[in-house]
Structure formats: C-alpha cells, structure tokens
C-alpha cells in the first residue's frame, strides 16, 4: 500500500499541473456564458441565485425563501454534515462526479470536482452567495481568481459571515469570546493569517457584503447590516407544545460547541436548582440531526441558548416554536447599533449573562404565565423579523443593487421600517417584553 504522505504529495502535484488546463478552459468558458449573462441583465430577467459550497443549513433556508418569491435557485455544497439530511440541498460536489454518495471527506476531495462545480454553477446562476472561507474553487490552485473568473461571465458575488470564516482572535474586542472560540477551535489561531487573506479577498473582490450581529467585528467592509442575513421557515418550526400539568419544567440546550455557548454554565444553574428543591430538568443535546432536534426542543419549556455572545439559528428555532428564550445580549459594544438600527430593541429575547443565568431560569420555571408571555411574543417577533417574507424583501433590495444596477437604498435592514408585501398568513408584530 502507498503510504498517506505519498498519497498526499501526488495529489497535490496532480491538483498543480491540473491547474493550468482548468483556467485556460475556464476563461473560455466564462467569456462565452458572460455574453448570454449580459443579455439577461439587459432584459431585465431576474437573477438565478447560487449558494455554497459550505454546507451551512441557512443556505437551505436562504434559498427556500426565494424560491417562495419567484427566484431559481440552486444550493451546491462539498459535502453533508452528520447533523443535517441529503434534503437539505440541491447537489453535491460528489454527485457531480457520479459517486451517487453526498457525504464527502473534507480533507479527501476529488480532483476534478471543485472544477465541475465552477462550471455547473456558471451556467445556472448570475447571483453568487459564498461565506468568507472560499467558494467553488477554495481547494484549488486557482482559489483567489474565482470571483474575477465569476465577474469576466457577468456574474456578481455577495459575501457574508458563518462564525468561524471570519474569527479572528487577535481583532476580537471581547476577551470571553475570544477566549471561548480558541477553546472551542485552537486551530484557529494557526490559520489566522489565512483567515485574513480570505477576509482581504472578498472584502476586495465581492460586489456586495452582508453583516450580522458580532460577525461584522472582523469585516472590513459591510454594505447591509442586519440582526441576521437568513430566513426560518416559521411553518416547520411552530405549534410547539406547552406542558402547564407537568410537574417539572424542561430547559433543553444545544451543547455543539459548548464553550462558545456557555454549556458549563447552564449545567452548573439547572443542577443547583435542582438541588435547592426547583422542578426543573436539562435536556442536554449534542450531535444530534436537527430533526431530532426541533422535537426535542417543541417538548421542551425553555430554550438556553447560548451565554458568551448570542443569538444564533437555534434562538431563532426556539422563538418561531413560542419557546421563551435566554441567550446574552448584554454587550452594547456589539449590539448598540443593532438595537438603533435593526430591530433588536424588539427583540424578546431573555438577555442572559452567565452570572444572571441562575437568577433567569428559576424566575421562568416557577412563573408559567411569564413563559407563555415571552413564547407568544418570540414567535410574532420570528414572524416579523426572521421568516421568509421580510428576510427575502432584503435580499430583493441586495439584488436590485447587484444585478439591476440601483443605487442601494439604505445600509441597515429593519423591517419594521419597511412596506410589507404578501406573505404567509401569520404573519405579526413582535412587542419587547419587559424583563
């Protein structure tokens, strides 16, 4: 048997010679799609929109959301995560190939599947969604000619942030935080210096970039602001159950990534109030599918979210099932300009630092009245901010700019400041609720 090392080496000197012939196709191919793309544009055709390749599941949500307003769509992702279904999006790199498998090892990718994915890509989207860590091309030689490739086919490119695609220790102004990720992920601080290059690149490059909530700290360059850039389908997370004749009260959390979320810290509340005679049980998740998940959690009375910095998907899951929510907003620093401009003052979210979350949760599990108070509000707060209908109205004002070419209206979205149009039927009007 070849040893790995060798194995690896050939690899990478077959990925280099191979990169050549690959350009010189791609430029080729680019220049001929970019004369049908501008004619598209000309006519005034709505964008097709891409998303990938990281197979974050917002993207799944991002693109159901536009698919409900009339878009083409397409989600093309390198692999699956364990925690998410082969549903969940539209083609894999390795289904591109005719492996039929979907689930691809991260640090054994194909040789020629980067390059099939430009390629399909460029011929069914004219709007292109990456993350900061790279797009198709991210594994290959030609890793930072890929948005001018995009640009020569007529195509545009919009950027925004996951979490780790733009963590960068040494620019972080919160020393929890900080703390919290280099835990969670030591690596990180070894790959900061390609962290940044990544950053440089499409800050540079990209025609548009969306900012959202502490993951703006490290973007040079945010042309839209909003609490978050991804949509909930409000339809799947909702009619949660509510358990007023148990006898004890359920707080479920989700411990992936348990230092950044502050797991210890609600272990550490819920055992001494069970202790100190409080009925009150953790449902402690980890790795588990998210179908798995969204049962757990519909079961559940309270949400945990997450105590270092917040809010993320999982709030916003708990909210849309009319679960009352703890997660930390306390930090204005972060989230002074959110509150102003965003939206985020409405937000009923119970702000939680570690040292109040003791005090917060016992308040929740002996005041019923209060959790279906702060549930109704959470779930009309999700409706009004986080479902599909005012998040895809944002991305419309994104394209209007990037595609045909408006002067982009406003830097901030708020949605409460901007005209409704059509959409599901229950859809509110989330009220803070005082804590």
Known sequence: MIPAAIRRRAFGLARGLAAGPALAVLLVDAAVVGVRTSRRRRAGSRPRLVYGPTPIISIKYMSEAMRRRGYETLTLVYGIAAINQRSDYDVTFAELLGSGGGRVRVNARELLGPYLAFHGALTRGDVFHFFFDGGFLRFTPLRFLELQLLHLAGKRVVVMPYGGDVALPSRTRSAAFREAFMAEYPEVAAREAETARWISY??????????????????????????????????????????????????????????????????????????????????????????????????????????????????????????????????????????????????????????????????????????????????????KFHSFEPVGRMWELVYRTVWHGEPLERTAWHPGREPATAGPADIGTGQAVAQ
Request: some cysteine; glycine content about 8%; charged content about 25%.
């Open 202 to 383: 499409f800050s540079r490059h990209a025609d548009f970039t969306v900012g959202c909530l502490v993951h703006v700290e490290t973007m040079p360059r945010c042309d839209l602001l909003a609490t978050h850039y991804y949509p909930i389908d409000v339809e799947e997370w909702s009619h949660g159950e509510v358990h007023g004749g148990r006898d004890e009260v359920v707080v479920f959390h989700s411990s992936n990534h348990r230092a950044v979320k502050g797991t210890r810290f609600v272990v550490e509340a819920c055992d001494e109030l069970a202790a100190e005679g409080v009925r009150i049980r953790l449902d402690l998740a980890e790795g588990v599918p998210n179908v798995e998940v969204r049962s757990r959690l519909a079961s559940a009375d309270v949400l945990a979210e997450q105590f270092v910095l917040g809010y993320a998907l999982s709030a916003m899951e708990g909210m849309s099932l009319g679960k009352p929510v703890l997660s930390n907003l306390e930090d204005d620093a972060y989230y002074g300009v959110f509150r102003e401009r965003t939206g985020l003052d409405e937000c009923p979210l119970v702000s939680t630092t570690p040292d109040m979350l003791k005090p917060a949760l016992h308040r929740l599990a002996t005041d019923p009245a209060l959790r279906a108070e702060l549930g109704a509000a959470g779930r009309a707060y999700v409706l």
